[in-house]
């Protein structure tokens, strides 16, 4: 039987919405393995005279445990 885990992230960029998406499944990706799917589930950001500074992401990564962890 296969189960899937989610966890909630946060991350930011100076770059834009998807730049920051990136950003948390990459850190995410380097202490959880079999990540499957993203779901954003909010975005805002930063403004600092009149142009925004920082894009950040509230995002849930899904990712399959592995089957030893299933008991």
Known sequence: M???KVIEVLAES???FDAAVRTAVMQ???SVRNIK???I???NAQVDGGQITHYRVN???SFLLD???VG
Request: no cysteine; net charge negative.
């Open 67 to 69: 089957d030893q962890a």
């Open 37 to 39: 799917s993203v779901y």
């Open 14 to 16: 100076e770059e834009g």
């Open 59 to 61: 995002v849930k990564i």
């Open 2 to 4: 296969s189960m899937l």
């Open 41 to 43: 589930k909010e975005m």
């Open 28 to 30: 995410a990706a380097q």
